[in-house]
């Protein structure tokens, strides 16, 4: 299998390194975490590789060090810890996987959707969300580093007024990482 061509799906978090691109979006308007059938999953038509059959889990590694990681910054700032939603990891893993696929960076799809769009398409009804996205970095901890050096992603990331988040990892044709990290308060 030629890597290079290969799209790989990981449940992971999004921040940004210093020099390294990153945005972050928010806006204003749950469930317990439950692991159900997706029924639109993210396929890669080389390989066959579903975001659910990589790392999707709220249990894989990178989920959960992105998750200790943030919620270490949330504790120091006096934040309730966050918890992992499915949905929210749904949501970043397609759009993690859109951006590598298509090569573009941005919160908003090339066809004009928005994070919170996507979030709700999810199946999350939200009364308010944020998006931090990123490219470039290798590691849970290099994304989370650049994320709280980032003005707005840290503001993001110690909002206490948000409960639940999600992580989307996706690896470009050229190798290139791709970070979704969605944020998100049930209505």
């Known amino acids: 299998m030629d890597m290079r061509k290969t799209l790989v799906v990981l449940g992971l978090a999004v921040f940004a390194l210093p020099g390294a691109p990153a945005r972050a979006e928010s806006s204003t308007m749950g469930e317990s975490l439950t692991r159900?059938?997706?029924?639109?999953?993210?396929?890669?038509?080389?390989?066959?590789?579903?975001?659910?059959?990589?790392?999707?889990?709220?249990?894989?590694?990178?989920?959960?060090?992105?998750?200790?990681?943030?919620?270490?910054?949330?504790?120091?700032?006096?934040?309730?810890?966050?918890?992992?939603?499915?949905?929210?990891?749904?949501?970043?893993?397609?759009?993690?996987?859109?951006?590598?696929?298509?090569?573009?960076?941005?919160?908003?799809?090339?066809?004009?959707?928005?994070?919170?769009?996507?979030?709700a398409g999810a199946g999350y009804s939200w009364s308010k969300y944020s998006e931090n996205i990123a490219k470039g970095q290798d590691s849970p901890f290099q994304v989370v580093r650049a994320w709280m050096d980032s003005p707005g992603h840290r503001r993001n990331i110690l909002d206490c007024s948000l409960d639940e988040m999600g992580v989307g990892l996706a690896v470009s044709s050229d190798r290139t990482p791709y970070w979704v990290q969605d944020f998100a308060t049930p209505r």
Do not use: K, W
């Not at 080389?46 to 910054?73: E, M």
């Not at 006096?78 to 298509?102: K, Q, S, V």
């Open 36 to 119: 159900a059938e997706d029924p639109n999953p993210i396929v890669d038509s080389r390989t066959g590789v579903t975001a659910d059959s990589v790392s999707a889990s709220p249990y894989a590694p990178f989920q959960q060090q992105v998750l200790a990681l943030v919620n270490h910054n949330r504790q120091r700032a006096g934040c309730e810890p966050l918890t992992l939603d499915m949905r929210l990891i749904r949501a970043a893993n397609r759009h993690a996987a859109d951006m590598a696929r298509r090569e573009y960076f941005d919160h908003e799809t090339p066809g004009g959707r928005s994070a919170g769009e996507r979030v």
